[in-house]
Nanobody
């Protein structure tokens, strides 16, 4: 059973940066595909960035050029470097995982395609 624990959220002024981390544990086969999702109050949970079993990354249009997703397989840690943050980036950010095989291409998985979720970390940009 995969367990995910996020950290690194907080409050920042517009134009600032934050780095989120997600510690993954409990998987016994190949590394799962992973991603970051966010959910603002009253809105659906949306994909932010993903990394699939081949190491290919994908981003929502709204964060391209500002956010960078990466994974440290030696530490089983997924990260999201968020730069040039804007108030519209304010949301609860969730780490998610899906067991392989999983190859995403240009079509990033919605929340319904992910199997495991962390509890989330709040990001507030003012």
């Amino acid at each position: 059973h995969v367990q995910l624990v996020e950290s690194g959220g907080g409050s920042v002024q517009a134009g600032g940066s934050l780095r989120l981390s997600c510690a993954a544990s409990g998987y016994t086969t190949n590394r799962p595909c992973m991603g970051w999702y966010h959910q603002a109050p009253g809105k659906e949970r949306e994909v932010v960035a993903t990394i699939d079993m081949n190491g290919d990354v994908g981003y929502a249009d709204s964060v391209k050029g500002r956010f960078i997703i990466s994974i440290d397989s030696s530490k089983n840690t997924l990260s999201l470097q968020m730069n040039s943050l804007q108030p519209e980036d304010s949301a609860m950010y969730y780490c998610a995982a899906e067991r392989p095989p999983c190859v995403y291409g240009d079509l990033l998985p919605t929340e319904y395609g992910m199997e495991y979720w962390g509890k989330g970390t709040q990001v507030t940009v003012s």
